[in-house]
C-alpha cells in the first residue's frame, strides 16, 4: 500500500517540530552551563563585563546545536514515535496494511534534509558567530590576539615584542613552511616601533624556526633611508613555536562548510596537515545519513504497545544508546585525527554503523 500524501506530511511534521524542540531544549540547557562556565573563567580576570559573558554565550550557542542536533534528532525521533504509539495512529496505519518502513520513510527523508539545510544554511551562520566568540574569548579570557592567517599568498605571523625592545611588533610571512625541519621558504619580515612606524624589512629565501630564535640564510636587510644590505645570515629572536602556529589556526568549526574546501587547499599549501578540518567536512557531508540513522535506532525502542507496558525503560534505553554513538563518533574521529584511520573511514563510519545497527535491528525486530 502506498502512503497517503496527506499522511506523509503529517508524519514529517510531527518528526521536525519534536527535533526543532528536543534541539531547542537541549541548546538552553547546554547555553546555561556554558555562562556558568564562562563566568567561573572570568571570575579571575579584571574587567571582563557581564555583558560581554552573555555576548559570548549567545555566540556559541549556534554551534552548541549544532553539535547536539545528532541527539536531538534521536530524542525527537523517540518522543514523536513514542507519542503516536501512544494514540494509537501507528497501530491504525498498520491495520490499514502501511508496514514500518513505510511510515518511516517520510521521517528518515525529513531528517535527511534537515541536515543538508543545516550543513547548507545554518553552519555558515554558526561558524561566522563561532568565530566572532572565539575572538572575544581570545580577548577576554586567553589574553591574546591570534597569531597567524592563512591565505592563498601564504602564511602570516605576527610575533608581539615585550617592553624594552627597540621593535614593538614583527609581522612575519612565509610562503611556504615544512613542519617536518620547522623551515620557511619566501620569508619576508616587517619590523615596527610602538608608534606603528616601520623601522626595517628583511628578504630571506630559506629560514629555520629553532628554539628562541628565527635563523635566516641570504637576506637582504632594508631599513628606510639607507641602500639594501644584503647578509649571508641574520638570526631574529622569537618566542614562536610550532605548536603555538599550529593552536591559532582557525578551528573547522569556525570555517563555512562552503569555504572549507579552499581552506584545505590554501592550510595543504601552506606546508600544514589539514586532516582535522577534512574529517570535520566529510562529517558534516555524512551527517544526513547519521540523522537517518538515529531515526531508525529510535524506532527500535519507541515502537512498542503501552500494554506490553515498560515504555519508559525502553525510551531510557534508546537515549542511552544515543549517548553510546555519540562517544564512539567521538572515538572514531580522534583516530582519525591522530592518522589511523583514513579521513574517509573516520568520517563515514559513524553513518554507516548508526544505519546498519538501526536498520538491522529493526528488520529484525518487524520481518523477524
Known amino acids: 500500500m502506498r502512503l497517503p ?22 541548546t538552553l540547557v547546554a547555553m546555561l552551563i556554558d555562562t556558568v562556565e564562562l563566568i567561573r ?41 513514542s507519542r503516536m504509539t501512544r494514540t494509537q495512529e501507528l497501530v491504525v496505519a498498520r491495520a490499514a496494511g502501511v508496514s514500518v518502513w513505510k511510515f518511516l520513510l517520510p521521517a528518515v527523508v525529513s531528517v535527511m534534509l534537515l541536515g543538508v539545510v ?16 572565539e575572538k572575544i574569548e581570545g580577548r577576554y579570557l586567553m589574553g591574546k ?35 617536518g625541519d620547522m623551515s620557511f621558504s619566501g620569508l619576508v619580515v616587517f619590523s615596527f616601533d610602538r608608534q606603528g612606524h616601520f623601522l626595517e624589512r628583511l628578504d630571506a629565501e630559506t629560514a629555520a624556526l629553532l628554539p628562541g630564535r628565527l635563523e635566516m640564510t641570504r637576506v637582504i636587510r632594508s631599513v628606510p633611508g639607507q641602500p ?8 631574529l629572536p622569537t618566542t614562536l613555536k610550532l605548536e603555538h602556529i599550529q593552536d591559532s589556526f582557525a578551528s573547522p568549526e569556525t570555517i563555512s562548510f562552503w569555504k572549507l574546501p579552499s581552506f584545505i587547499e590554501v592550510l595543504e ?12 567536512w566529510q562529517s558534516m557531508l555524512s551527517s544526513p545519513f547519521v540523522y537517518a540513522g538515529m531515526v531508525l535506532i529510535a524506532a527500535v525502542f519507541a515502537l512498542r504497545l503501552p500494554r506490553l507496558g515498560k515504555v ?21 574521529h580522534a583516530l582519525g585525527m591522530a592518522g589511523t584511520l583514513p579521513v574517509f573511514l573516520a568520517a563515514w563510519t559513524p553513518a554507516a554503523i548508526v544505519l546498519m545497527l538501526g536498520g538491522g535491528t529493526l528488520l529484525h525486530l518487524e520481518d523477524g
Open 5 to 26: 500524501l496527506t499522511l506523509s506530511l503529517y508524519i514529517c511534521r510531527q518528526f521536525l517540530s519534536a527535533v526543532l524542540y528536543s534541539v531547542l531544549a537541549l
Open 312 to 332: 519508559g525503560m525502553f525510551l531510557v534505553a534508546g537515549m542511552a544508546a544515543g549517548f553510546l554513538l555519540y562517544f564512539f563518533t567521538d572515538i572514531v
Open 269 to 280: 599549501n601552506a606546508g600544514f596537515s589539514a586532516l582535522r578540518h577534512r574529517i570535520y
Open 118 to 133: 543545516n550543513a547548507m544554511v545554518f553552519n555558515p551562520m554558526a561558524s561566522l558567530m563561532l568565530l566572532r566568540f
Open 41 to 81: 573563567r572570568a571570575s579571575g580576570k579584571e574587567g571582563v563585563p557581564l555583558s560581554a559573558i552573555l555576548h559570548m554565550a549567545l555566540l556559541k550557542s549556534p554551534g552548541m546545536a549544532e553539535r547536539l542536533l545528532p541527539f536531538a534528532v534521536l530524542v525527537g525521533s523517540l518522543l514523536a514515535l
Open 228 to 235: 639594501p644590505q644584503p647578509l649571508p645570515r641574520y638570526v
Open 145 to 179: 590576539p591570534s597569531l597567524l592567517a592563512v591565505s592563498p599568498s601564504g602564511l602570516w605571523l605576527r610575533q608581539m615584542e615585550p617592553e624594552g625592545h627597540k621593535s614593538a611588533e614583527h609581522i612575519i610571512h612565509a610562503v611556504r613552511m615544512s613542519q
